[in-house]
């Protein structure tokens, strides 16, 4: 009787460790987020190479923007803020991925229907007196380069308190915008679609040939929209594209923007120079603010997480 029994139970035992096993390799067929994704590395464009997103790419282009790194340029800052230029530093962060477009979000996994977009993180750090300011824009722009950037958002901090401001292109541009500013407060309002500044620092990297020129409608940026407290909206614009630069003129803001790039492929972002009035009331006065590059390196960064990896921000000659 204990012989049978002690068989019963071994039978049992190997019956829930052979359900135990085909339990972990059924679990393993699940989809799991690509780690070739998330580095940004060539298996995504080639993937996706017959679609209308990729296809017109060149391989040059593929050969610098999918290399699984991001690119990562650091700038001298002189921003106007309260009627004087503050001393700070700017960094621009230009790296591909995959991105939901339903959802705007990026994709965690590889699918037909995502959309390749060159991202743009635009960071500036300056100080007015005692306190600090920190701004923050995103830019999600379809490397098919043929239509708006599907996505925008814009974090401003300082003691005060901050600002936080999102675009979602959909069938309008639903803008939502939160502050801490009376005036300003919680709004979610839509705009017709229109020529975003901030998409236009993506465009360049990819053929600044494709920038828009002439007389436009433009919704400015949103740090600009922000600092200024400007109505976020189209205004009435000029653009002229030179031999390494884009301008951009304002009259009803009385803001000029010029942006200097390396003509030559990638195209990369030599400075800028943002002109308007800063100051209160009539005291307000015209001041330009400059970036001038310090460094550009290419860097897979999102792994560089780690003390020893602080080499890296002096390289970038970032304090």
């Given at each position: 009787m204990i012989q049978s029994l002690k068989k019963i139970i071994k039978v049992e035992i190997a019956f829930y460790v052979i359900v135990a096993i085909l339990s972990i390799l059924t679990s393993c067929k699940k989809d799991k987020p690509s780690k070739d994704l998330a580095l940004n590395t060539t298996t995504n464009i080639l993937l996706n190479n017959n679609s209308e997103e990729t296809k017109q790419l060149?391989?040059?282009?593929k050969n610098y923007w999918y290399a699984s790194e991001a690119?990562?340029?650091s700038y001298k800052l002189e921003q106007a803020r309260y009627g004087e230029i503050r001393n700070g530093q700017a960094v621009l962060i230009y790296v591909t991925e995959d991105f939901l477009p339903d959802v705007q979000v990026k994709a965690d996994r590889q699918n037909a229907n995502n959309v390749p977009v060159?991202?743009?993180n635009a960071t500036k750090n300056f100080n007015t007196g005692i306190y600090p300011y920190s701004i923050m824009q995103s830019t999600f722009y379809p490397v098919s380069n043929n239509k708006h950037a599907i996505k925008i958002s814009s974090s401003m901090q300082e003691w005060c308190g901050h600002v936080y401001s999102q675009l979602n292109n959909k069938k309008q541009f639903e803008v939502m915008s939160h502050s801490y500013f009376e005036g300003e407060a919680d709004k979610s309002f839509n705009l017709d679609k229109a020529i975003l500044e901030n998409e236009l620092w993506t465009q360049l990297r990819i053929d600044p040939k494709s920038l828009p020129t002439g007389d436009l409608e433009i919704i400015p940026?949103?740090?600009y929209s922000r600092l200024r407290h400007v109505p976020i909206k189209a205004?009435?614009?000029?653009?002229i594209l030179g031999d390494g630069t884009y301008t951009l003129s304002y009259p009803d803001l009385n803001r000029t923007l010029i942006i200097n790039f390396n003509p030559d492929f990638p195209f990369g972002i030599q400075g800028w120079e943002e002109t308007?009035?800063?100051?209160?009331?009539?005291?307000a006065k015209a001041l330009t603010t400059k970036a001038t590059k310090l460094k550009t390196i290419k860097s897979a960064y999102w792994g560089k997480n780690h003390n020893k990896d602080e080499i890296l921000r002096k390289e970038l000659q970032l304090k």
């Open positions: 060149s391989q040059e282009f690119e990562i340029s060159l991202k743009l940026s949103f740090e205004y009435k614009a000029t653009a308007f009035k800063s100051g209160f009331g009539s005291k």
